[in-house]
């Protein structure tokens, strides 16, 4: 079978994340979900999916840091939060320019990127604050040459279809009826950003018709086509081939639907054991715990001492624990200020550096 992509999904199927076509009034929002979901809606709030935007003036980060600075060359810059107002400022000798912010991009467990908006196209900001450093610095893919200009300053333009998939899969309901409206979007990864737009089951809840209307089930997916739907936003393998250059290197550790799909056990056409699903609950924060996901292994894997059957690999030679502190290295990327786990599973050696 031959990769699809992101786009190909989209347009090929009735639902699919960052698909746009349902109308505004198609949405109920998580709220209403949680009327009948409440345990469920309560747990995926404190999920990082959950908290992927916020307007500026909501963010967390911006509420515990009002005045944050930051210098290069001649360019002074100051993120302040003033009366619930966000506000980028940017002096370069006698020049000055001042800008509200309106989004904030990330839960801020990595980092968090701030949008601002001039006429009708969004800016990315040139500047990201990251909880490694407690201040902001160069936003990853932005290049580290001064600028030459205020403007330039201020951070990169983003083409229509980059604001577009960059709220798609940031916020829920951006794109209604074909349209795109980030002003209207409900900040974060809600109910419908996976199952789709819900309204017509939540009335039927409400009429005592449950099961009228049922919003689309991820869990029914094919092995192959749950990771795709993942990566949707986490960017697949068919993705990256066609919309990232051949000397992507160790950027691509964060698209972990591609890194996962690179794996030799995940065969042909997936294996409903190592799934994104199979690990991760998206109803749940995610479990940072190396050895939790010990049992996950051994669902594949033969436990030590025990022989290989047709349905589990041989059992690790070298440890019974922490599987995936070996097979699934964690690797620096610098850009961001962090570590990151590499979801390419494999044999690795010590010391091995990250492998494309």
Not at 137 to 157: C, E, F, M, N, R
Not at 278 to 286: E, I, N, Q, R
Request: charged fraction near 20%.
């Amino acid at each position: 079978m031959v990769p699809r992509t992101t786009s190909e999904h989209v347009a090929g199927s009735a639902w699919w994340p960052t698909k746009g076509t349902a109308p505004r009034s198609a949405y109920a929002g998580s709220a209403a979900c949680a009327a009948c979901h409440r345990e469920i809606a309560q747990l995926q709030a404190q999920t990082p999916m959950f908290k992927a935007a916020s307007r500026a003036e909501d963010a967390a980060v911006l509420r515990e840091h009002p005045n944050l600075d930051f210098s290069e060359g001649d360019f002074r810059y100051a993120l302040t939060r003033q009366n619930d107002r966000v506000t980028l400022g940017i002096e370069n000798k006698a020049h000055v320019l001042s800008a509200p912010v309106l989004w904030a991009m990330g839960n801020n467990q990595i980092g968090q990127t701030y949008l601002l908006k001039k006429d009708d196209t969004y800016y990315e900001s040139r500047l990201s604050y990251f909880p490694a450093l407690s201040t902001l610095d160069i936003t990853p893919g932005h290049s580290h040459k001064l600028p030459a200009t205020l403007l330039q300053a201020v951070g990169d333009p983003q083409q229509p279809e980059t604001a577009q998939r960059c709220f798609g899969c940031h916020t829920t309901a951006s794109t209604v009826s074909g349209s795109f409206n980030a002003d209207n979007s409900t900040p974060g990864i809600g109910c419908e950003a996976c199952h789709g737009p819900s309204a017509a089951h939540v009335l039927a809840a409400r009429q005592g018709k449950g099961h009228a209307a049922i919003p689309f089930n991820p869990a029914t997916l094919s092995p192959r086509d749950s990771v795709d739907f993942c990566g949707a936003c986490h960017r697949t393998s068919a993705d990256v081939a066609v919309d990232m250059p051949e000397n992507l290197g160790i950027i691509g550790i964060r698209f972990s639907a591609y890194r996962l799909q690179r794996s030799r056990c995940w065969g042909a056409s997936g294996d409903a054991r190592i799934t994104c699903m199979a690990c991760h609950d998206p109803h749940k924060p995610l479990v940072t715990d190396t050895a939790s996901y010990d049992s996950k292994c051994l669902q594949c894997h033969a436990t030590t001492g025990h022989r290989a059957t047709a349905k589990q690999a041989p059992a690790c030679t070298v440890a019974a624990r922490d599987c995936a502190s070996c097979h699934m290295p964690r690797y620096e990327l610098k850009i961001a200020h962090t570590t990151m786990t590499d979801h390419f599973i494999r044999v690795v050696q010590p010391g091995e550096e990250y492998r494309r």
